[in-house]
C-alpha cells in the first residue's frame, strides 16, 4: 500500500514538474496531461516518444541537460521498485538522456550547481498542497542523481565539500518543515555514498560494526532511522577532515 502511494504521487505530480527551463533548446513533445499521452497505451511507448533524438544530444549544454533529465515525464518509475537504486537504474538504462548525461565528466558539477538553488525550507510558501509535493520531488531527484557514486567520483574535493555542507543544511531544514521519511532519505544517502567511495576511515569502521549502514547504501532502505544521526555527524568530522 506505501509503495502504491508512493507511486501514485508521483503520477499525479510529474506533468506538471515539467514546466520548462527557457534554457533548454528541446522539450519533451509529449508529456502526462496531454491527450496525445493519454494515448499511449503501453511504458515502451512512452518511454520511446520521450527519447532525445541522437542529432539534439551532443548538442546540449551539460546544465541542459541536467534540466531534462529532472523533468524527464517517467522519473517517477523509479518508486515501483522495492529498491529504489533498481528503480532508479532502469530509468536511467531507459532514457538517452540519462546515458548522455553520465557521459559528461561535468555532469556532478552541474547537477550540484541546481542542488545548491534549492532550499527546502521554501516549501512552506508554496500555495498548493500539488506544489509542496512537486517542489519535494525536485530536491528528491536531485539527490538521488547526486548519491551515484559516479558522479560523486568525478567531483573535485572543493565540490565534495560543497555538496556535503548542502546536505548538512538540507538534512537539517527538512527535518523542521516536516518533510516525510521518504522526502527525507536521499539526503542521509548522499552523505553515506560519500564518505563510503572517499573511504573514509570512521565510516568504514563503523560500517563494519553496524551491517545497517552498508545495507542503506545498497538498498536504500532505511532500517534504523538512528543511522541518520551518526550519517550527520560523520560528515561533519569529514568535512572538518578536509579543511
Known amino acids: ?25 528541446w522539450d519533451f513533445p509529449l508529456k502526462p496531461g496531454m491527450e496525445e499521452w493519454k494515448k499511449l497505451t503501453s511504458h515502451k511507448a512512452m518511454v520511446d ?54 557521459r559528461r565528466a561535468d555532469a556532478g558539477k552541474a547537477v550540484l550547481k541546481v542542488y545548491c538553488t534549492v532550499e527546502p525550507k521554501l516549501v512552506k510558501i508554496k500555495k498548493t498542497l500539488l506544489e509542496k509535493g512537486l517542489y519535494k520531488q525536485k530536491i528528491f531527484f536531485i539527490e538521488f542523481i ?16 560543497l555538496l556535503l555542507s548542502e546536505a548538512l543544511v538540507k538534512l537539517d531544514e527538512k527535518a523542521r518543515n516536516n518533510y516525510s ?33 552498508p545495507d542503506f547504501s545498497r538498498t ?8 541518520i544521526e551518526q550519517l550527520r555527524s560523520m560528515t561533519v568530522d569529514y568535512l572538518n577532515s578536509v579543511n
Open 1 to 25: 500500500m506505501f509503495k502504491f502511494l508512493i507511486g501514485s504521487m508521483f503520477l499525479i505530480t510529474c506533468s506538471n514538474l515539467n514546466a520548462q527551463d527557457l534554457s533548454i533548446k
Open 49 to 102: 516518444v520521450c527519447q532525445i533524438p541522437e542529432n539534439v544530444l551532443p548538442a546540449l549544454s551539460t546544465d541542459e541537460l541536467v534540466n531534462l533529465c529532472l523533468n524527464y515525464p517517467l522519473f517517477f518509475t523509479m518508486t515501483a521498485f522495492n529498491n529504489l537504486q533498481d528503480g532508479y537504474n532502469q530509468v536511467c538504462s531507459e532514457f538517452n538522456g540519462f546515458q548522455e548525461l553520465y
Open 146 to 161: 547526486l548519491s551515484q557514486p559516479s558522479i560523486i567520483n568525478n567531483l573535485a574535493i572543493s565540490d565534495i565539500k
Open 181 to 213: 521519511s521518504f522526502s527525507i532519505l536521499p539526503t542521509p544517502l548522499v552523505m553515506c555514498r560519500v564518505l563510503e567511495t572517499k573511504k573514509f576511515s570512521k565510516y568504514e569502521i563503523l560500517s563494519h560494526q553496524i551491517g545497517s549502514i
Open 220 to 227: 536504500v532502505m532505511l532500517i534504523d532511522e538512528g543511522i
